[in-house]
């Protein structure tokens, strides 16, 4: 063993000493950039994603949702994006199945690493997917549902621009019953988490009201004979029939309805059968259907504003065919969301980002619609407006209900 003198061996060990502590130092530098990075978010974009009904039963809903909404961050890139950042928005098909819908969030969320999942659209596919986005920390955004979930409980990451299926069908409910004198309730509904919301809702406003369910009908989504279901509620002497359907069963029970002649009920639904191919029936199914909604179906010939009538030229420029609500929603919403990206500022994060759309009061859009946020209030709306289908169009009767 060769003998070491003290003072080199000394000079070794603080050598080896200060090299450990400099890659010590190294790793807690690497740790701390790592730290401050931000999920989606890089110098020069920021990932938004989506999961929507592309080609499946509402993707009618889904298709508009998306082109309203891509319409909004493709106009912010071209003017060079928000604090030199650019919205890359990603978006999968889930075609209304909720396997599909868990399949596209993973990729979303892991895969793309969404900085936040903007405008999804279905109550089920949301559902099985909110719990775990939230717990990765990814904020919901305006999601085309109307489901109570998607504000309550409340959660910091949860934020919703539209009616609550449940709060419309309540307000639908009361005025028709105190303000025309509907006697004899009936509810028919899918037999899924949207529909159940629907027949709570009506069994709630009910007993506040102190009158009876008459009768019910529950069906799958994919039924498509109602002709036994209609012959029941007619035959229990329902005059007004809330129904918890979307586009494609309700066009369904309506055209049953008029097969088997029966006139004097009043059939009325929610945002989720809002939609012009209710009103463009043919068989005229759906002349007399009522909608509650947030807001109002809109026509090139009555814009409600004269950005409104802009908005709808480049949309059909762009598409080549009219826009239904639900564009002029998604549009809305992504507006929104563009304007709380630009005040958080350029050092954007997570609680930067939920702290600027909870700053957000009285935004009125181009449609003359008002929003309202909070620290304490994340649903944007709380009245209604009630629609009606006539001579092929969409007519709105009242505005500012509420249960």
């Known amino acids: 063993m060769t003998n070491t003198p003290m003072p080199r061996l000394v000079f070794m060990l603080l050598a080896m000493s200060g090299l450990l502590t400099a890659c010590g130092q190294g790793n807690e530098s690497n740790d701390a950039s790592a730290a401050t990075k931000v999920r989606g978010v890089s110098d020069t974009e920021i990932v938004l994603g989506s999961h929507t009904d592309l080609s499946g039963p509402i993707a009618t809903l889904g298709v508009d949702g998306i082109n309203g909404a891509r319409m909004r961050f493709d106009e912010v890139n071209a003017e060079g994006g928000i604090h030199g950042r650019k919205i890359r928005y990603v978006v999968e098909d889930t ?6 819908a868990i399949q596209a969030a993973n990729k979303l969320i892991h895969r793309d690493k969404i900085f936040a999942m903007a405008i ?9 997917v909110l719990t ?19 504000v309550d409980p409340f959660h910091r990451l ?5 009616g609550m299926y449940y709060d419309e069908m309540r307000a639908a ?10 006697k004899s309730v009936c509810v028919i509904y899918q037999d899924t988490e949207y529909g159940e919301e629907t027949l709570q809702a009506a069994n709630d406003q009910a007993a506040e009201l102190g009158v009876g369910i008459t009768a019910t009908s529950s069906h799958k989504p994919t039924e498509s004979e109602f002709t036994a279901a209609i012959i029941k509620l007619r035959d229990a002497g329902c005059d007004l029939v809330m129904m918890g359907t979307v586009v494609r069963d309700t066009i369904l029970v309506l055209e049953s309805v008029r097969k088997l002649g029966w006139t004097g009920a ?22 007399g259907y009522y909608a509650f909604v ?12 004269e950005a409104a009538a802009q908005w709808w030229d480049r949309f059909v420029e762009r598409h080549g065919r009219d826009p239904e609500y639900v564009a002029m929603e998604a549009y809305r919403n992504a507006d929104v969301i563009v304007e709380a990206l630009r005040r958080a500022g350029s050092d954007l994060t997570v609680d930067s980002f939920v702290a600027a759309l909870e700053s957000i009061d009285n935004y009125t859009d181009i449609f003359g619609y008002t929003l309202s946020f909070g620290p304490d209030k994340h649903q944007g709306v709380s009245e209604s407006t009630l629609s009606q289908v006539r001579d ?4 709105t009767l009242e505005t500012s209900i509420s249960f």
């Open 132 to 150: 775990q986005q939230l717990k990765e920390g990814v904020p919901n955004l305006f999601p085309i549902t109307g489901a109570r979930t998607m």
């Open 158 to 162: 949860k934020f919703n621009a539209r």
């Open 392 to 395: 092929g169009r969409w007519h």
């Open 95 to 100: 075609q209304y199945q909720v396997p599909k």
């Open 266 to 287: 009043s059939f009325v639904g929610s945002n989720a059968a809002y939609n012009q191919v209710v009103a463009d029936q043919e068989s005229g199914a759906g002349e």
């Open 120 to 128: 999804a659209l279905g109550t089920p596919t949301t559902n099985a």
């Open 294 to 305: 947030h807001m109002a179906m809109m026509y090139r010939d009555n814009p409600p504003t």
């Open 173 to 182: 409910m009361k005025y028709f019953v105190t303000e025309k004198g509907a």
